[in-house]
Structures are given as C-alpha cells and as structure tokens.
C-alpha cells in the first residue's frame, strides 16, 4: 500500500469520524410527522411500543415514489426517530458486501486481456492457524467451486453468514469501507465477520485471494485493513444489562462500540441505489454491469423455495425466512401481487426489515427500512429476544398499515 493511499484512507476515516451519530435536524425525514400519526392510528397494534419508543430502539423510515411534472421520479421520504440511538444493523448489511465484491471485480478484471467474470473460481487461502483451503462449494450445483455469483445468491436469498465473511475476505476491511463511504452512505462501519468471534486486529486482516477462469490465475494477496472503525459519538452503544458468557450470567452490558454499525438511511438509499437506478441518490453512481444489477435485483427478490441453485427446502426456508413484511402485504394483496426485493438483519435482540415492495399490477411502490430491539429481561446472548412474540408483529402490522396507505386500500 502506498503512504498516498495510506494517507488517504485515514484523512477519509476523520472527515467521517461520527457521521453514525444522530441525523441532523435539517433533514427533511426528521421534520414529518407521517410515520408517527400513522402508527398513532392504530393503537391496538402499536401503542404498546409508541408508549416506550426508546426502549425498543425504534426507528422507521417509509419512502413513497412520484414522478414529477418533468417525468422524474422524486422521493417523499418520512422517518421517525432516525438517528436517535445506536442499533446492531446484523445480517442488513451484507448487501455492502456484495455490492463491493461486484465493484473489485470490475476493477480487477478492467484490462481487455482478462477473462474472469462473476462464475469464475474463487480460491480462498488459510489466514489464521486451524484455517484450511477453501476451492470446493458443493451447494454450487452448476460448478461446485465458490464463486462471487453463488455467495452473493446466498447472502441475498437466506442470509449466509459464512458467504458474507467469504466477501469480506474478497473484498478487504478497508476497502469495503471505503467503497460505501464513496457510493454516500457515509455511516457505514462494517468492522467484523459475522458469527465468528475475533479480536479487532484479526477482523482487519483478509486472507490472499486466487481468482481462476481456466489456466488463468489472479492473486489477491492478503491484506491488512488500516482504519480504527469506531461508533464514538453514538448514544446507547451499551445495549443492556447483562449477558450469556461461557454458560454463565455476566452482569454488564455489551458495549457495541468496535461492532458494525449503520444507519437507517444508509441502508435504505444503499438498497435504492441496486433497486431503482433512476432515482438519484448522494454518493457517485455503483460501478456495477446491468448484469449485476439484474443478477443483484434476481437474489433480492427470490423466495428461497424459487432457487434452484443454490436449493433450499421449502420446509425449512418457508416464503418470509427473510421478508419479515410478507405476512402483512399478504393481508392487502395475494402474494403473487407483490414483489419484495429486501435484505433483513437480526442479532441480539435487534431486528432489522430493509425493503423495497412494489405492487405488480399498478406498479405502485414504497421502502419500508425498520429497526425494532426486543429484549425485554435485558440479557444478551440468552435466545429470549421475542422475535416471535413482538418483532415479526410488528413488521407484519407495519408492512399492512403503510401498504394500505401507499395503495388506498381499505
């Protein structure tokens, strides 16, 4: 790495430092009341949480979709309680990662004379002692090696944590970071792999890389990312009071500091950028193929049950595993109506629904980017998160109330 670059990375780190924090007043999201007169006119379905928003960690922001007097799409956008605290974004954002895999790749394979593409091999080399050699993926059907189109197919359509870390390492730390910085979501912090329990030091470091098409190799040497990801300047980054350590009750909370972190309308705009490339959106353009956008839009969008490769049971991987609005649009309209290209996220008591729906017929269509923490006794680590009880209402009521709303249903 060059000290150009080096220098770079960290002038950009400081210019973004708490650009995580709470949303500005000026923000136009902050000053409607449309969210929060729409969950007011139901309170048998909300007035529990509209009682103790804190509490739950509540925030939502509702996008509806216009074409103005020039034949441009426009954005009326209604948030509430953006910014207001910290929440664990979980699996929300492992669309970052494979927008940037997508992005590297176009990069690395610039030159004419390359022939790699999104099925090339993908070879991932041991990093840390215990690491094997990873060449073979079997729930690739059609090629049985991981490749970036696969594990971008397994994140988006179940969530795959171990085919987010696999982009993680394709991409590295730094420069996933940064991507997003450059696209304009500038909150993002995507500090860690998922589901596995590393130092901070560790979770900079990715391994080297081999990208195969044939007789051909591309090396991706390992890498070590320079920046200090930090959520300093957040409120609530201490989520609450105690945790499951070992089998044992540690009474303290969890300081959530060093973890991933991004915002709500972060991650709805990133999602809007893959979904509807003709609004315009801050940030420069994603450097993605209309492949990948088509390819990206297919996996949003895809029931489990509809893959074929990979392939899920439909027993195990009912239609909403993760379109957690599914159950209440189905109360508006068949579910053949609807076309929901999302990414949900859901860890510690957090659970996070970052949709795009839009009604087949009328073409009528809104985002629904919603965070929801459900932990009532305070412990971390313990599966007593009413995710049942609580959040997949919540989402199924919500998803219902703004459908009904966006389409004039009664």
């Given amino acids: 790495m060059s000290r150009l670059t080096l220098l770079l990375g960290c002038l950009a780190l400081l210019l973004l430092g708490s650009c995580a924090g709470p949303r500005p007043a000026s923000?136009?999201?902050?000053?409607s009341t449309y969210v929060a007169d729409l969950l007011a006119s139901r309170p048998d379905r909300f007035g529990a949480l509209l009682a103790d928003p804190g509490?739950?960690?509540?925030?939502?922001?509702?996008?509806?979709?216009?074409?103005?007097?020039?034949?441009?799409?426009?954005?009326?956008?209604?948030?509430?309680?953006?910014?207001?605290?910290?929440?664990y974004p979980a699996s929300s954002i492992k669309l970052c990662a494979a927008i940037a895999a997508f992005e590297r790749l176009n990069e690395l394979t610039e030159p004419a004379e390359q022939s790699f593409d999104e099925d090339s091999a993908l070879v991932f080399h041991p990093l840390f002692e215990g690491d094997a050699e990873e060449r073979f993926d079997a729930s690739n059907l059609a090629l049985g090696v991981p490749t970036?189109?696969?594990?971008?197919?397994?994140?988006?359509?179940?969530?795959?944590?171990?085919?987010?870390?696999?982009?993680?390492?394709?991409?590295g730390q730094q420069e996933l970071n940064e991507r997003m910085w450059k696209a304009g979501m500038p909150s993002t912090r995507i500090a860690h792999r998922l589901s596995i329990l590393q130092a901070r030091e560790q979770s900079r470091r990715t391994p080297r890389v081999d990208l195969l098409a044939g007789a051909r190799a591309l090396t991706l040497?390992?890498?070590?990312?320079?920046?200090?990801?930090?959520?300093?300047?957040?409120?609530?980054?201490?989520?609450?009071?105690a945790q499951m350590r070992d089998g044992k009750r540690i009474d303290e909370p969890i300081d959530f500091r060093f973890k991933n972190?991004?915002?709500?309308?972060?991650?709805?705009?990133m999602l809007l950028k893959v979904v509807r490339r003709d609004v315009?959106?801050?940030?420069?353009?994603?450097?993605?193929?209309?492949?990948?956008?088509?390819?990206?839009?297919?996996?949003?969008?895809?029931?489990?049950?509809?893959?074929?490769n990979p392939k899920y049971d439909r027993k195990s991987y009912p239609d909403d595993w993760v379109k957690f609005l599914l159950p209440g649009l189905e109360r508006v309209l068949p579910k053949e109506r609807w076309r929901i290209q999302n990414k949900v996220g859901r860890a510690y008591g957090f659970s996070i629904e970052n949709a795009y729906v839009e009604d087949r017929s009328s073409g009528r269509a809104f985002a629904i980017t919603a965070v929801l923490y459900t932990n009532s006794d305070g412990v971390l680590n313990d599966d007593a998160y009413e995710y049942d009880k609580i959040a997949d209402p919540f989402f199924a009521d919500l998803a219902e109330l703004v459908a009904r709303d966006v389409l004039g249903a009664p």
């Fill in 280 to 308: 315009e959106l801050p940030g420069r353009p994603l450097r993605l193929s209309d492949r990948q956008f088509e390819l990206l839009q297919t996996a949003l969008a895809q029931y489990p049950g509809e893959s074929e």
């Fill in 221 to 241: 040497p390992a890498r070590t990312s320079a920046l200090e990801l930090d959520n300093a300047g957040q409120d609530g980054l201490r989520v609450g009071v």
């Fill in 27 to 31: 923000d136009p999201q902050a000053h």
């Fill in 261 to 269: 972190s991004m915002s709500v309308l972060d991650l709805q705009n």
């Fill in 148 to 171: 970036l189109r696969h594990l971008v197919r397994r994140v988006c359509i179940v969530s795959d944590n171990p085919a987010f870390n696999r982009l993680y390492d394709f991409v």
């Fill in 55 to 87: 509490a739950h960690r509540l925030q939502i922001l509702v996008t509806k979709f216009s074409t103005n007097e020039a034949g441009q799409p426009s954005l009326e956008r209604h948030g509430y309680r953006l910014g207001t605290e910290y929440f």
